[in-house]
């Protein structure tokens, strides 16, 4: 599941792989109808929680960049994985906790083995209840063997990165064993200079582009219409820890792919105790 400012599934290197819901129609098909009886019709691609409706269709860029590391069949780190759009933020990649809540809820309920959380920010010191909500989310995610993946942030407003175990960022902050924290690590396998850190609410570090020797390339939402010619080409490369998460969540569901019997925490610790130091 990729929560965030939603997928351009019809891209031809993310549309092969779009987890849809046989119970549900869509486009001319479409039946108005909740066939599934889980409260949303037609969501037959996902489900657009930020502006409610069946189309989570990403007008911002990030969320489709995120899916093509993690799963597009071109350079996706799981090229035979499936993803399932939950649009949660705006245009401007903004939301709030509750939104990003009810995303976690909906891929838990379609079955998500693994969770993309390629987005987070500081609580300012307290637990809100629409914070609870998270934390209780991730929880639950546990029961359906479901691991979450976050990221650790891009530091403050100077563009330098931050100790996550001073200064939270939720969610990478939850503290259970389902969840994964990440940080960002530049060409030669060191710490970036944006990237949060932190000893114990940060886990492992992956590849996250750096402005030295640029961002890591991916899928793109496209600025043309009708038929594309190959100079409108929608890709382009971009930096972050929004980025590393999803090569771990791509390494999550090619572990799970592999060995779909083992339990959330052996490919956790499997991921945990194999990086390098």
């Known amino acids: ?22 119970s549900e129609s869509h486009g001319s ?13 037609d969501d037959y691609v996902g489900w657009d929680f930020y502006n409610g409706d069946a189309f989570p269709i990403d007008d911002n860029g990030h969320g489709t960049h995120v899916a093509g590391l993690a799963a ?11 993803i399932l759009p939950v649009k949660v933020l705006s245009s401007t990649g903004s939301g709030d906790l509750g939104t990003i809540a009810a995303g976690i809820l909906y891929a838990i309920d ?3 083995d693994v969770i993309n959380l390629s987005l987070g920010g500081p609580s300012g010191g307290t637990i809100t209840s629409e914070l609870q909500q ?41 503290q259970e064993d389902n969840l994964i924290s990440v940080a960002s690590v530049d060409l030669y396998n060191n710490i970036t200079d944006y990237s949060n850190f932190g000893g114990s609410t940060v886990h492992i570090a992956a590849p996250g582009g750096d402005f030295a020797t640029g961002g890591l390339l991916s ?29 771990v969540a791509g390494v999550v569901a090619a572990l799970k792919s592999k060995s779909p019997q083992k339990g959330y925490l052996d490919i956790v610790n499997a991921i945990l105790n194999n990086g390098t130091y």
Not at 30 to 38: E, G
Not at 72 to 82: C, L, N, R
């Open 1 to 22: 599941a990729i929560i965030d400012t939603g997928v351009y599934y019809n891209h031809p290197h993310l549309s092969p792989n779009i987890l849809t819901n046989p």
């Open 29 to 41: 098909d479409r039946d108005y109808s909740d066939n599934d009886k889980n409260g949303l019709k």
């Open 72 to 82: 597009s069949t071109y350079m996706g780190v799981a090229p035979k994985a499936k």
């Open 110 to 112: 379609r079955g998500a």
């Open 134 to 174: 998270m934390i209780n989310l991730v929880k639950i995610a546990k029961n359906s063997n479901t691991i979450v993946v976050a990221a650790a942030g891009n530091g403050g407003n100077d563009g330098i990165g931050d100790c996550n175990d001073n200064s939270p960022v939720y969610p990478a902050n939850i």
């Open 219 to 247: 899928t793109d939402i496209p600025y043309c219409f009708g038929s594309c010619t190959s100079i409108n080409t929608p890709y382009r490369s971009s930096i972050g820890t929004s980025m590393a998460t999803p090569v």
